[in-house]
């Protein structure tokens, strides 16, 4: 039991020790001059942003329109023929019935096309669309200004994450001019 216990302790020992020395290599492949620490955070202002939208929208409408019916000429001419035909055809005896029905078509088509082209107005009601830009803006939140503490001092930085209460920061040393 006791050579157990020693391979655990000693397991422990070395797997804590790759631990610390991983903890120690920074991320950027051996920058000496540079490690990580914690600093705490004072305060986390939430930094407002207004965003636009542009939004295309159909807009419609009715309006009043007067439309001009410029009638049936076809219709009123071969409707007016036919009566003044069968008029013609009437009135005429003998060998003049023929010319009477012919001529009965021809001033019944003409007073027919005559009729049909007076037309008429009339009102009607007409819906128009037209598209339209609608800019709508909207309140969030693109940031935080954080203020915090490391080693005594007080830093301030904008992160675009709300960091809670423990800040993980990047101390590098440099040798000044």
């Known amino acids: ?13 070395v797997a804590s020790g790759a631990y610390a020395q991983d903890a120690r290599t920074p991320p950027n492949g051996g920058d000496d001059n ?4 914690w600093a705490d955070v004072l305060r986390a202002d939430p930094v407002q942003g207004v965003t636009r939208t542009n939004v295309p929208q159909q807009q419609c409408y009715d309006q009043q329109v007067v439309q ?12 007016g023929a036919v009566i ?18 012919v001529g009965g078509a021809v001033v019944g088509g003409a007073v027919g096309n005559s009729v049909s082209n007076k037309g008429g107005n009339y009102q009607t009601t007409q819906t128009t669309c037209n598209q339209v830009n609608t ?19 007080v830093y301030m930085s904008r992160l675009n994450y709300d960091p809670g209460e423990r800040l993980r920061v990047r101390v590098s040393v440099e040798p000044a001019d």
């Open 84 to 101: 003044g035909g069968v008029l013609g055809h009437t009135i005429g005896k003998g060998d003049g019935r023929t010319a009477a029905t």
């Open 135 to 153: 800019v709508t803006e909207q309140r969030r939140i693109i940031g935080y200004d954080v203020e915090y503490r490391y080693r005594g001092e």
């Open 34 to 37: 540079a490690h990580y620490g």
């Open 1 to 13: 039991m006791t050579k157990l216990w020693l391979s655990a302790l000693v397991l422990a020992l």
């Open 68 to 79: 001009h019916d410029p009638g049936n000429s076809a219709a009123s001419t071969v409707l």
